[in-house]
């Protein structure tokens, strides 16, 4: 049993709307150790923070996010009653809001048919975590693993993760060849004996999707490295209870 497996807020606090600025502050106070958020670029290639490549189902406006601007992006409010002046949060702003934060999981949600144009807009991300001195903290994710490999091609000593939903064979040699440092299973994708083999190769396991007690239990006691979920209290708890130190 790992009982250093650290806790992630999934898209910021709930208490406030995803991928906002006051969901990441507060989840900045909380008692979690690391955020996980979701990055895409607008038109003018400017990373912003939100989680659908449509900004129908968080905001009041329409669109894909790659086909508008900054500027028209941010005209538009975040569906909230509480926090009706917040828009679209940029990249820069919210790791600012995060600093100091021990891991934000930064996922890319870049899936161009044209590989060229992911392959340009990781460097564009990677190039604002590398202008803010957030390497250390930041741990870049994707289901795009070219993207990822990308980065690794840019920079060896970035932090990295293949995010992937159904079970792979013998997944940390795959992580192991890209030379990246972690693997995001979903949750039910990962087992006691896939998670030992990948700490005896060095790579680390970050689950997702586990929100009932549970499963986030089980996921304590197979030893991952750390639990993305909107259930950070339930996780919290249950940690403390087999014995966190």
Known sequence: MNTNTRILYHRGDGMAPENSLPAFEKARLGGGEGVELDVQLTSDEIPVVIHDLTVERTTDGTGRVENLTLAELQEMKLKSEEYQDQTVPTLRSVLE??????????????????????????????????????????????????????????????????????????PWEYASNLGVEALH??????????????????????????????????????????????????????REKIGYS
């Open 97 to 170: 809001v995060l600093s100091g934060v021990e891991l934000i999981n930064l996922e890319l949600k870049f899936f161009s048919q044209n590989m060229e144009t992911n392959y340009r807009w990781s460097e564009v991300v990677a190039e604002v975590v590398d202008d803010m001195e957030m390497k250390d903290s930041v741990l870049f994710s994707s289901y795009n693993h070219y993207c990822i490999k990308r980065i690794v091609d840019i920079d060896s000593g970035a932090r990295t993760g293949l995010i992937y939903r159904a079970a792979l064979y013998e």
């Open 185 to 238: 299973p979903y949750h039910m994708s990962t087992n006691r004996d896939m998670v030992e083999s990948c700490h005896n190769h060095g790579i680390k396991v970050i689950a997702y999707g586990a929100e009932e007690q549970d499963a986030i239990r089980r996921l304590l006691q197979i030893g991952v490295d750390a639990i993305i979920t909107e259930s950070v209290n339930n996780a919290l708890k249950e």
